[in-house]
């Protein structure tokens, strides 16, 4: 066990962001996340500074049960030197192509929410009504942190092979920023995506000319976070590539855990245990480390620290 403070006096880890963050029984058995002094146990256990905490609820397909964007905001206003909120609304809201979302995103950014995610409606990335929100999120300087998943049920925006419907977002919404995020984005890190891994986790080596490469060199609206097992596998799977891809986008991406679970703190979550190999044995520099560990967040969400 070791926390930040501990950290920082070992020159180790200077200051790590997870920009993905949850609280609330996102699954019934998961009572024990009800409390966010347990997700600050977790953090000081990980070595991390400040969470970004996304709500989940306000979308049929997320999570029922303290995890919508009021339980978020109050949770962050316990500790508001550690957790600041995400707020989240679902572009279905209003049924309207044209529906304005302008008293809620004020309202939103009044009480402190950064961004707006985790967007994982099931509907095409570039559905209409999703691109009215991503819009207005691009006006209120709020990112929009989305989970793709291409399945027909379930949760997550759906995109075809290459994705194609993000790239229509990207161009139709310049202002706007996404981030990255799920299954179908990081399979699609590689050219070579075995239909039936597009919502999983492919495994092998990286297929050069993948659509995330792609846009992500294409466009700059187009960020990623590097949470979960969907990024831990997307950047491990081919280590030599994971690198080389980290250290091509090292502007543009952010460090994120999405544990849910405060039993996770027992184990060496592989995406805290990812960042301390390549820090531990200097996998990229130390320029590179520090954007992706906390200072591309800090610098995208507008943190002072
Ligand atoms: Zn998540």
Redesign the pocket.
């Given at each position: 066990m070791f926390n930040a403070a501990d950290c920082r006096e070992r020159g180790w880890i200077p200051l790590l962001i997870d920009v993905?963050g949850?609280i609330g029984r996102i699954v019934p058995d998961r009572r024990e996340f009800i409390d966010p002094a347990n997700l600050i146990a977790k953090m000081d256990a990980w070595g991390i500074d400040i969470t970004f905490v996304?709500p989940?609820s306000e979308h049929p397909e997320g999570a029922y049960l303290e995890c919508n964007t009021e339980d978020v905001i109050n949770a962050c206003s316990r500790y508001p030197d550690r957790l600041i909120p995400f707020c989240l609304i679902d572009p279905r809201f209003g049924n309207r192509r044209d529906m304005d979302f302008t008293y809620l995103l004020e309202e939103y950014r009044a009480r402190g929410c950064r961004g707006i995610g985790?967007l994982l409606p099931k509907l095409d990335f570039d559905d209409p009504l999703c691109i009215n929100l991503y819009r207005q999120a691009g006006k209120f300087n709020m990112p929009v942190l989305f989970?793709m998943q291409d399945s027909a049920d379930g949760y997550g925006l759906r995109d075809d092979y290459g994705l194609p419907k993000l790239e229509n977002a990207l161009k139709k919404c310049p202002d706007t920023v996404f981030i990255g995020?799920g299954p179908t984005f990081w399979a699609e890190i590689s050219a070579d995506v075995p239909e039936e891994s597009r919502a999983a986790y492919p495994k092998g080596p990286i297929g050069m000319g993948g659509a995330v490469p792609r846009l992500m060199r294409t466009y700059p609206n187009l960020w990623a976070d590097i949470?979960?097992g969907s990024g831990y596998n997307a950047l491990t799977r081919d280590p030599a590539f994971g690198i080389e891809f980290l250290d091509e986008f090292q502007d543009k991406l952010m460090f994120g855990t999405?544990s849910?679970l405060r039993s996770d703190v027992n184990i060496v979550y592989p995406n805290i245990a990812l960042i301390r190999d390549l820090r531990e044995n200097k996998k990229l520099s130390e320029e590179a480390l520090e954007k992706i560990e906390w200072k591309n967040c800090a610098e995208l969400l507008n943190l002072k620290v």
């Open positions: 993905h949850h996304l989940l985790e989970d995020h949470s979960a999405d849910c």
